[in-house]
């Protein structure tokens, strides 16, 4: 298993959770592990994505101000911490580890999809109103 997904789960409106991602393999030798989500019926969106080596991060607006990401390289392992949650915000959370070339290339393309290739299972986050 290169990566390994787990925290979702049921909470109300404004309520809290933390996902966590546990890179083994070549998904830990990576330039930046992230997040992305799916809604029913939509296609795969951005959330967040941080380098493992200098933890620069970067947030999809619908992000910025409730999520926080972070990881610690002692353990490969990433976290999602989300607050405020929202009923938009269910779906089905992808941790994911992605290759760029330096910082610049990062930069530029962090929100990709198809710049990372390596993709966890998925956990299942349902925010109720």
């Known amino acids: 298993v290169q990566l390994q997904a787990s925290g979702g789960g049921s909470v109300q409106a404004g309520g809290s959770l933390r996902l966590s991602c546990a890179a083994s393999?070549?998904?830990?030798?990576?330039?930046?592990v992230g997040w992305f989500r799916q809604a029913p019926g939509k296609g795969r969106e951005f959330v967040a994505t941080i380098t493992w080596r200098s933890g620069s991060r970067r947030y999809a607006d619908h992000a910025k101000g409730r999520f926080s990401i972070s990881r610690d390289n002692t353990k490969s392992e990433a976290y999602l911490e989300m607050n405020s949650l929202k009923p938009d915000d269910t779906g089905v959370y992808y941790c994911t580890t992605g290759s760029f070339n330096n910082d610049f290339d990062y930069t530029r393309d962090y929100f990709n999809a198809g710049r990372y290739n390596y993709w966890g299972q998925g956990t299942l986050v349902t925010v109720s109103s």
């Open positions: 393999g070549r998904a830990a030798v990576t330039y930046a």
